[in-house]
C-alpha cells in the first residue's frame, strides 16, 4: 500500500498505518508539516452505526439460527466496511492552542520589561 496525501501539505507522507489508525477515530500527525487530522467523522460516524447494526443483526442470527452463513455475512460485512472505512478522505484538524498562549492573555504581560 502506498502512502496517502496530508491535506495540510498535498505531499504523500500519511502511511497505511497512521490510516488505518485515523479510521479507529485517532488524531494522526503530518510526520512532514506536523498538521494535525482525523477522518471525516460524519462519514466515520454514519460507518460505524452500520458496522455495529452489521454485528448486531447478524450476530444475532447467527446464534437464533444456530446459522454459520449469517456468521460468514457478519464476517464479510465487517471486512467489506472497513475496507470502505479506509478510504474515506482526510479532514484537516486546526492546530492545538499552547496553554502558556492562553494565560498570556489572561494577565498581559511584556516580556521585555521581565
Ligand atoms: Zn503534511
Same mark, same amino acid.
Given at each position: 500500500?502506498?502512502?496517502?496525501?496530508? @491535506?495540510?501539505?498535498?505531499?504523500?507522507?500519511?502511511?497505511?498505518?497512521?490510516?488505518? %489508525?485515523?479510521?479507529?477515530?485517532?488524531?494522526? =500527525?503530518? $510526520?512532514?508539516?506536523?498538521?494535525?487530522?482525523?477522518?471525516?467523522?460524519?462519514? =466515520? !460516524? =454514519? &460507518?460505524?452505526?452500520? &458496522?455495529?447494526?452489521?454485528?448486531?443483526?447478524? /450476530?444475532? %442470527? !447467527?446464534?437464533?439460527?444456530?446459522?454459520?452463513?449469517? !456468521?460468514? %455475512? %457478519?464476517?464479510? /460485512?465487517? !471486512?467489506?466496511?472497513?475496507?470502505?472505512?479506509?478510504?474515506? $478522505? =482526510?479532514?484537516?484538524?486546526?492546530? &492545538?492552542?499552547?496553554?502558556?498562549?492562553?494565560?498570556?492573555?489572561?494577565?498581559?504581560?511584556? @516580556?521585555?520589561?521581565?
Amino acid at each position: 500500500m502506498e502512502n496517502c496525501e496530508c @491535506p495540510h501539505c498535498c505531499e504523500q507522507t500519511i502511511r497505511p498505518t497512521q490510516k488505518i %489508525m485515523a479510521g479507529k477515530w485517532v488524531t494522526i =500527525l503530518c $510526520p512532514d508539516c506536523q498538521g494535525r487530522m482525523c477522518t471525516n467523522p460524519i462519514i =466515520l !460516524a =454514519l &460507518l460505524y452505526f452500520m &458496522l455495529t447494526w452489521n454485528i448486531f443483526f447478524f /450476530g444475532y %442470527m !447467527a446464534i437464533r439460527e444456530s446459522s454459520i452463513g449469517y !456468521a460468514v %455475512m %457478519m464476517v464479510v /460485512g465487517w !471486512a467489506i466496511i472497513e475496507f470502505f472505512i479506509y478510504y474515506i $478522505p =482526510l479532514s484537516r484538524m486546526r492546530a &492545538l492552542k499552547p496553554k502558556s498562549t492562553e494565560n498570556q492573555n489572561r494577565e498581559p504581560q511584556d @516580556p521585555n520589561n521581565g
